[in-house]
């Protein structure tokens, strides 16, 4: 797969050349036996698929992932609070449509294959009432639009709208909070996403997973605040009350939606996260002395989980590592040490690199630090594990999200030939 198209960067401003990656589910420690196959389970789809977690609300419940096979109920409407926790979804087209030209003769066939006989589902009419909050943040893959418009509810599959992005090299998006419906038809969703009348300029919308460099540009862009004094505000954890182990924001900035309150300041606006995360903290017991270790391992959590059900045994799989003194060999610490803080995939050099202090392919333990800013699902998985003493996870159905976890070695190696078996049959993901 290695040599195949990187479907999910032809819409990037910066194509990725980086081979599918996935992580501690993939490779077993080096004591133990030889690392299985770097392609496992490691497509740009499952990218997409541990980058996009929705938030949780507080005043209404979760909404179904569709395409993810979670449980969870869809909402019943939005909300207003000054503090409301919302079930959206990372989306962005990055940069211009530079190179989407020359990468076009590469898709042709995908888009044949989506736009043919068999056309993808897709709904009719403009939505039926049911109002979405959506959260633009630069620097995702294009195609990222097309999945978390399907597993948002506005749309009705992934090739509906992503056969109508891979069509249209002229479209771009703009970063912010746009007010779509669910049960939109795909292109009058994309079309809604290219009107500034459907832009909120009202609130703060920041996904779950988002590391503090990027909830800094959006909290920049949604209050007109330069990005450089809020970078500036955020340089003295102390300032915020919290304990000496908390060297930098990162974490600390609680995944919600805020609506935006003309009279703070970048301090003001950043120690409204703090409170709301240290709250969450605080609920579940946890002691300021310990913040920084549940974070970081929570934040984790947050980059490589992707069903809600899998939180708890992910933690458990990162938690058994650590007991057992094992590496936690988690491509998402690695690719954030190296600044991409919107991918997990990494190469064989990023993994063999001892310079970068959150590699946990060569360091023991957690990283230096949290990872991303995690939320209520991550949080909570951190905290309270799932019993079980697996070692390994390997998801095993992409459209699904359906992941084997395993405890020995050989176990897991079914559990490899499995999903190699899977993407056998479905070429497409290749």
Do not use: C
């Not at 479907?7 to 299985?36: H, L, N």
């Not at 579940?284 to 270790?293: F, H, I, N, S, T």
Request: charged share 20%; hydrophobic share 40%; proline share 7%.
């Amino acid at each position: 797969m290695a040599d195949d198209p990187q479907w999910d960067d032809i819409f990037s401003s910066q194509p990725s050349t980086d081979p599918p990656r996935r992580s501690a589910d993939a490779d077993p420690p080096t004591d133990e036996a030889p690392p299985v196959d770097r392609q496992v389970a490691s497509t740009r789809r499952e990218q997409r698929e541990r980058e996009r977690t929705p938030a949780p609300r507080a005043e209404r419940e979760p909404r179904t992932r569709r395409g993810r096979g979670s449980d969870e109920p869809r909402p019943k409407g939005r909300h207003r609070g000054t503090i409301i926790l919302v079930s959206i979804l990372v989306v962005v087209l990055a940069g211009g449509t530079a190179g989407v030209v020359a990468a076009w003769g590469a898709v042709a066939p995908l888009v044949a294959k989506i736009t043919g006989d068999d056309a993808p589902a897709d709904f009719t009419g403009g939505g039926n009432g049911t109002e979405v909050d959506f959260a633009i943040v630069d620097g995702q893959v294009g195609s990222d639009i097309a999945a978390n418009l399907a597993d948002s509810g506005v749309t009705k599959s992934y090739e509906a709208a992503y056969a109508i992005l891979l069509a249209d090299t002229t479209l771009t998006f703009q970063p912010g909070t746009y007010s779509l419906q669910q049960e939109m038809s795909a292109q009058s969703a994309i079309d809604a996403l290219q009107d500034d009348a459907n832009r909120i300029v009202n609130r703060l919308v920041i996904p779950e997973g988002t590391a503090a460099v990027d909830i800094y540009s959006l909290l920049s862009q949604a209050t007109d605040i330069p990005v450089d004094q809020i970078t500036a505000a955020a340089q003295d954890p102390a300032s915020f009350g919290l304990p000496a182990s908390a060297t930098s924001l990162e974490g600390y900035l609680f995944p919600a939606t805020y609506d935006l309150d003309p009279t703070l300041d970048a301090h003001g606006y950043l120690q409204l996260m703090v409170d709301t995360q240290v709250a969450r903290l605080t609920a579940l017991g946890v002691q300021p002395a310990d913040y920084e270790k549940v974070i970081t391992l929570a934040s984790i959590v947050q980059r490589e989980a992707g069903l809600a059900a899998d939180y708890p045994k992910v933690a458990r799989v990162f938690q058994n590592r650590l007991d057992d003194g094992m590496l936690l060999q988690s491509d998402a610490t690695v690719a954030y040490g190296t600044g991409n803080t919107h991918r997990v995939t990494t190469t064989d050099e990023e993994r063999g690199d001892a310079s970068n202090l959150y590699n946990t392919y060569v360091h023991e333990g957690l990283p230096v630090g949290p990872i991303s800013n995690p939320g209520d699902l991550a949080l909570n998985a951190a905290v309270n594990p799932a019993d079980g003493t697996w070692l390994y996870f390997v998801t095993v159905n992409l459209d699904s999200g359906e992941t084997t976890f395993s405890t020995t070695f050989a176990e897991h190696q079914v559990a490899v030939a499995q999903w190699q078996a899977w993407m056998r049959e479905h070429p497409e993901y290749q």
